[in-house]
């Protein structure tokens, strides 16, 4: 039972967006070239810089996506839905995100983890009183 159609329900796209935008499903950054001394830079300060880099965009994308969770489970909670039914939709969701991206590189188990926290996200959220 679907309690909202995609066209009653802007945080279903804005869902879907936060999931391709997670880093886990980006190119990593390139290395830089020389820096303006004409010297490669360190190794260590690359690294440092890309590992600052990649966990700023993944905290950006995890919570983005924490929120469009929570709005999407507020919606439905809203319209009467239940929980299962709530869950049932994210999978929905998640399942065509998933399809969406295949191909892409990934890490071995890194959609099914963050399909679970989603699902995890949405049982706390109903559950969390007004």
Do not use: N
Request: aromatic share 4%; proline share 5%.
């Amino acid at each position: 039972m679907r309690f909202l159609t995609s066209a009653q329900s802007p945080t279903r796209d804005h869902t879907t967006l936060a999931l391709l935008a997670t880093p886990s499903l980006l190119k990593a950054p390139q290395m830089s070239g020389p820096d303006h001394h004409d010297t490669p830079k360190s190794l260590p300060d690359e690294l440092d810089l890309a590992l600052r880099r990649a966990t700023d965009r993944t905290l950006l994308a995890l919570t983005s996506l924490r929120k469009a969770v929570r709005k999407h489970v507020e919606d439905g909670k809203d319209a009467g839905a239940t929980l299962p039914e709530i869950e049932m939709e994210l999978r929905e969701i998640i399942a065509r995100v998933l399809h969406d991206a295949e191909g892409r590189d990934s890490i071995d188990g890194e959609r099914d983890t963050l399909a679970t926290q989603m699902i995890k996200w949405s049982e706390g959220f109903y559950k969390k009183k007004d």
